[in-house]
T-cell receptor
Framework: GAVVSQHPSWVICKSGTSVKIECRSL??????MFWYRQFPKQSLMLMAT?????????EQGVEKDKFLINHASLTLSTLTVTSAHPEDSSFYIC????????????FGPGTRLTVL | SQQGEEDPQALSIQEGENATMNCSYK?????LQWYRQNSGRGLVHLIL?????REKHSGRLRVTLDTSKKSSSLLITASRAADTASYFC???????????????FGQGTILTVHP
């Protein structure tokens, strides 16, 4: 099956710093990538939808200036958490899909962000 | 907003028993998917059932979909300790355009299978 990787798998940073998380589709071209956030013992909440070459579409309540998304190529999307604060600590998961792959999305392994 | 509701929130069974999890949703869907997540890990896609399908099987998994009741169930037969995980349903909207591919996840069921 299609493989999606995320890097880093975990990161600890100080409050006020910015953190970049990469999401890569390794063996297929992803026309669309999605970014989710998951708090402990909770479900996944969609943050934004990212289409290659265009601006990301953010879900209601998600600050686009705080969570910068770049989908520069068909195999790479990045999420940058700017000026991170402890409340941004969460598990961030990306998924990738392609119209040619029908409705299935392929999920990355997630990135655990801890902001001190 | 989360439209998927799952029950039970937690399920504890013995190895060999069957586990049934239910999911309800609110809006029209194109398909419904079930995922498994081991603690602190990414999601594993289990099965996809389209809106015009009523039942689907994959190994020890059986999924049903009742679009009139806007509900689905996941049955794991002859459970194993390795099935211990959180299980999520996710719905894909019945609309194209900007809604393409967007999944709405249920709250999840935490399944514990005791050896």
């Amino acid at each position: 099956g299609a493989v999606v990787s995320q890097h880093p798998s975990w990161v600890i940073c100080k409050s006020g710093t910015s953190v970049k998380i990469e999401c890569r589709s390794l063996d297929f071209q992803a026309t669309t990538m999605f970014w989710y956030r998951q708090f402990p013992k909770q479900s996944l909440m969609l943050m934004a939808t990212s289409n290659e070459g265009s601006k990301a579409t953010y879900e209601q309540g998600v600050e686009k200036d705080k969570f910068l998304i770049n989908h520069a190529s068909l195999t790479l999307s990045t999420l940058t958490v700017t000026s991170a604060h402890p409340e941004d600590s969460s598990f961030y998961i990306c998924s990738a899909g392609s119209i040619g792959l029908s409705n299935e999305q392929f999920f990355g392994p997630g990135t655990r962000l801890t902001v001190l | 907003s989360q439209q998927g509701e799952e029950d039970p929130q937690a399920l504890s069974i013995q190895e060999g028993e069957n586990a049934t999890m239910n999911c309800s949703y609110k809006t029209s869907i194109n398909n419904l998917q079930w995922y498994r997540q081991n603690s602190g890990r990414g999601l594993v896609h289990l099965i996809l059932i389209r809106s015009n399908e009523r039942e689907k099987h994959s190994g020890r998994l059986r999924v049903t979909l009742d679009t009139s009741k806007k509900s689905s169930s996941l049955l794991i037969t002859a459970s194993r300790a390795a099935d211990t995980a959180s299980y999520f349903c996710a719905t894909a909207p019945n609309a194209g355009g900007t809604s393409y591919g967007k999944l709405t996840f249920g709250q999840g069921t935490i399944l514990t299978v005791h050896p």
